[in-house]
């Protein structure tokens, strides 16, 4: 789905199929590795073949980048795609209990919306810990 001339590490980027809010249909999408789309990065990648574009955004009230579906132009909303991104490619941290690394899992209630998540440890169980991102 990326074209093969982007000036960007692909490593950096996660790219994949979501449903459309919208319209239903399969949508490609692209989201940073451990970052944020409206940064310059979106600027880069949306003078290229992604779906990647300026759009507003009402929560925001502001224009952002973002990614829109290829059926019916509709902005997919950066809240609902990185959390899509967490899902696919969850950040490892290190367990305050343990010290191995274990996936990071966002709250999926109020929690989530103040950057809290949780690890699963095999030895103490479920652990609170906050967003790694935000470090």
Not at 8 to 23: A, M, N, Y
Not at 113 to 132: K, L, N, T
Request: hydrophobic letters at 25%.
């Amino acid at each position: 789905m990326l074209p093969d001339d982007l000036p960007v590490d692909r490593q950096k980027l996660l790219s994949w199929e979501t449903e459309c809010w919208q319209c239903g249909e399969q949508t490609p999408v692209v989201w940073p590795r451990g970052d944020h789309l409206d940064t310059p990065l979106g600027d880069i990648l949306a003078n290229y073949e992604t779906p990647v574009e300026r759009v507003y955004s009402n929560t925001l009230g502001k224009k952002v980048w973002g990614n829109v579906c290829q059926h019916c132009d509709s902005y997919q909303g950066n809240h609902f795609i990185q959390q899509e991104a967490v899902e696919i490619d969850p950040p490892l941290v290190d367990c305050p209990h343990c010290g191995d690394e274990h996936e990071w899992s966002p709250d999926q209630g109020m929690g989530g919306a103040f950057g809290q998540g949780w690890v699963s440890c095999p030895e103490y169980g479920e652990i609170p810990v906050g967003d790694p991102r935000r470090e």
